[in-house]
């Protein structure tokens, strides 16, 4: 799935190959991945953004949203497997199968279409009004950005809670943009246990943990994210980040550090990867 870097980076790109664009054209080609889950009438083509100028791309934890002049925002999910194409004015690109919708473009720097693709159709798109309605429905419950978190704000989220760090971190809720391949890094790289009850977590823990999960992410972002089976940024390239990953995707697998067998376990309903030498599981009283 995609989290925050691959995101982040796609965010970042299409902040330069399609701003100041006007949407000339939409092709809805799927209409259930227009507001999946909610009671409303089919979205209309004003609805996501015909005739629109694109003013602002902003993302939250793994929601991307692209604003107009007037005010109307699509919010995007990628869900599993989804992704964003941007195709160049010069390019011919045949569509590819699990395309729900293009966007046709007036004015962009290079780009002349963008689409959205998501063969295993997790993901969405979520039409808003108004960024005030983006904020209190599509990211009211999301809570503050892994990229930008602090030690403070962290260790509020986490005081008082007895599951595991693995899970804590999951949650969208206490903290918006992480997922199975960067908590399993950042718990490595931090020295602590995934099951480490998170109300357990001293000062000086919760200070590293934030410095790396930070700085990971960053990495990561650098780096365009990481491919495990099918991401692809906006131009068709492929993240490099997963090269340095320590442990996540290596279960069986000698520890980077310390040479012993990393062990493995579904926690939260993920696999996954640890060094019990490297981190581990410290008992203590919440």
């Not at 997790?122 to 030690?151: H, M, Y």
Request: with cysteine.
């Amino acid at each position: 799935m995609p989290e925050l870097p691959e995101v982040e980076h796609l965010c970042r790109h299409l902040r330069s190959s399609i701003q100041d664009a006007t949407i000339t054209e939409v092709h809805l080609r799927r209409p259930g991945i227009v507001n999946p889950g909610e009671k409303r009438s089919r979205a209309s083509s004003r609805d996501l953004l015909l005739d629109g100028t694109i003013c602002n791309l902003e993302r939250k934890g793994k929601q991307l949203a692209i604003e107009v002049e007037d005010g109307r925002i699509l919010c995007i999910h990628l869900g599993m497997s989804g992704r964003v194409q941007v195709i160049k004015r010069n390019e011919s690109v045949d569509l590819e199968p699990h395309t729900h919708c293009t966007w046709l473009l007036h004015g962009a720097p290079e780009a002349r279409e963008i689409r959205f693709v998501d063969p295993r159709r997790f993901g969405g798109l979520w039409t808003l009004c108004s960024r005030e309605k983006l904020l209190s429905t599509r990211w009211d419950q999301l809570g503050p950005d892994a990229l930008i978190v602090n030690p403070d704000i962290l260790a509020r989220r986490l005081s008082g809670r007895s599951r595991g760090l693995k899970s804590a971190l999951l949650d969208q809720g206490v903290v918006a943009g992480l997922g199975n391949i960067y908590v399993d890094e950042t718990l490595f790289r931090a020295g602590l246990n995934p099951r480490q009850p998170a109300g357990t977590l001293k000062p000086d823990e919760i200070q590293c943990l934030v410095t790396e999960m930070v700085g990971i992410l960053q990495e990561a972002i650098r780096m365009g994210g990481s491919t495990i089976r099918t991401w692809l940024d906006s131009s068709g390239k492929k993240g490099d980040f997963a090269s340095t990953h320590r442990v996540y995707g290596r279960s069986g697998c000698l520890c980077v550090s310390c040479g012993q067998l990393l062990k493995d376990k579904i926690i939260a309903q993920r696999q996954t990867v640890w060094c019990s030498k490297c981190q581990p599981l410290r008992r203590r009283r919440r």
